[in-house]
């Protein structure tokens, strides 16, 4: 029987020394965007019309 | 709305002020917790973003509101330096009512003390988190910087922005789960 060690098998195309693969990190960023607009969409407070007029004043 | 205003056209600049004033708030308000100084710091940075646009030291690559809160985070690292030299760090001695939007005002009295509820209780959870990654967090969020826009505002690396957003959602899940929390009002 032959057996086949699979511990030094390459697959094509990928490059275990190159860790600069962005496709999990893009689809992490995705996810984590969504989390934060969950969570920080509702603290989203507007300061209201009144400072921006102040700020228009003093320009 | 930002070539029209740099062409001479005065009103576009109250346009995009009240587009990103809610965003630039809340950035601010969020990193230095006192509504009084946020207000300042508010009118600060929009002062400095008209006199850079008049200056022409706007190159506009269509990351408006990144580069607004570019210069919000500059402005409250300098408020900090400037107050760490005064040895008066008082940042935290004046809560701000978030709850007082004008946006629940239709709503009834029962929604609006869910929704109290629920941005106290995320304001904690933003507030425990260390300062590093509650930076990066509030710096994606509001700002919808890049990472790589991330890593030079705070002077890091990009893996250590990454790292540190990914710890910030990890610290975040975590906290939720363990303060049991819910996110939404039904």
Known sequence: MVKV????????GFDE????????VILD???GDQFLE???????????EQLVKTILEKI | MVQAYIKGDHSAIEVLINKHRSKVYTYILLTIKNQQLAEDLFQETFIKVIQSLRGGKYKDNGKFLSWVIRIAHNLIIDHFRKEKQMNTLSNDDSEVDLFNSKKLSDSNIEELI???????EIRVLINELPDDQKEVVLLRHYGG????????????SINTALGRMRYALINLRKLIQEKNLSLTVY
């Open chain 1, 29 to 31: 960023q995705d996810l």
């Open chain 1, 5 to 12: 060690s699979t511990l030094f098998h390459r697959v094509d």
């Open chain 2, 145 to 156: 910087l890049s990472f790589k826009e991330i890593a030079e505002q705070t002077d890091v």
């Open chain 1, 17 to 24: 020394l190159n860790t600069s693969s962005t496709i999990p």
């Open chain 2, 114 to 120: 869910i929704h109290s509820q629920i941005k106290s």
């Open chain 1, 38 to 48: 969950e969570i920080l969409n509702p603290l989203l407070h507007d300061p209201g």
